[in-house]
């Protein structure tokens, strides 16, 4: 399989995806709640539907981690993990950022990544073995080399309040200790945007493989770090992740590890 060709055909559906996700957003929205604060609209099922129906045909053995459930496919080797609107919330209030998120998986590993954040129409791409690229233009992490002079950003729980002490503690060291922090409601841009060197470092809890699969992986071609809250690797399937260029890494990671760990002091 030729990765860099998959690559360019998987960012040209997303394209057109978020062209129809463009389109759709100026019409009524009909709103449903998977849960408390998490929403699932029409054009996330319908966007989910075009983007495995697409990918099916480019890589048909490949199964499906699709966030609206829209395949239940299994593959052996390879699965595409999507997320066809990530910032739902944002799209219901008309509010950018939100984008699609889509990776490939090969067994364990992540060997394509494609974020495609609609209101900037700015597509970060990039596979095994390659930079990761911002609309054709190669990019790469920050080279703050302290936190203190990095800006951050996070994700705030919108369901699962059970760390919501060491939370708290660690918005509190980081608006005091870092150039500041910012949420923007998508945790596919947020990744994005590390790397690329807008943001440093970005940590969350209570996410989904979906959320940060592809753009994990981009900060990983752009030259940065991916761990867990312990500094592990479970950091796709874990629900939480820690993401930043590598010259603030430790110092970032040992930060956030020991203000989360407070929730169970």
Request: proline residues 2%.
């Amino acid at each position: 399989m030729e990765l860099a060709q998959l690559c360019q055909k998987v960012t040209q559906l997303t394209k057109n995806t978020g062209l129809f996700i463009k389109e759709e957003s100026l019409k009524n929205k009909q709103v449903v709640s998977k849960g408390k604060n998490d929403f699932v609209t029409q054009v996330d099922k319908a966007s989910e539907e075009r983007l495995v129906a697409g990918l099916s045909e480019l890589l048909p053995e490949a199964g499906f981690i699709a966030e609206e459930g829209t395949s239940d496919k299994v593959g052996e080797k390879y699965n595409w993990i999507i997320d066809p609107i990530d910032g739902t919330t944002n799209f219901i209030h008309g509010l950018f950022p939100f984008a699609i998120s889509i990776a490939l998986q090969d067994k364990n590993d992540i060997v394509l990544g494609v974020v495609y954040e609609v209101g900037l129409d700015e597509c970060f791409y990039t596979w095994k073995g390659a930079p990761a690229y911002l609309n054709g233009k190669e990019i790469s992490v920050s080279k703050a080399s302290k936190v203190a002079d990095s800006l951050i950003a996070t994700g705030f729980p919108y369901s699962d309040f059970a760390k919501m002490k060491g939370f708290m503690n660690s918005l509190d060291y980081f608006m005091k200790n870092s150039h500041g922090l910012r949420r923007l409601g998508s945790a596919a841009t947020d990744l994005a945007y590390v790397a690329c060197g807008r943001f440093e470092g970005f940590y969350e809890y209570g996410l989904k493989p979906y959320d940060v699969a592809a753009g994990a992986f981009l900060v990983q071609q752009a030259g940065g770090d991916n761990c867990d809250f312990s500094g592990g690797e479970d950091y796709i399937f874990g629900q939480e992740i820690i993401s930043s260029n590598s010259a603030i890494f430790n110092e970032f990671k040992e930060v956030v590890n020991q203000l989360m760990k407070k929730d169970i002091e």
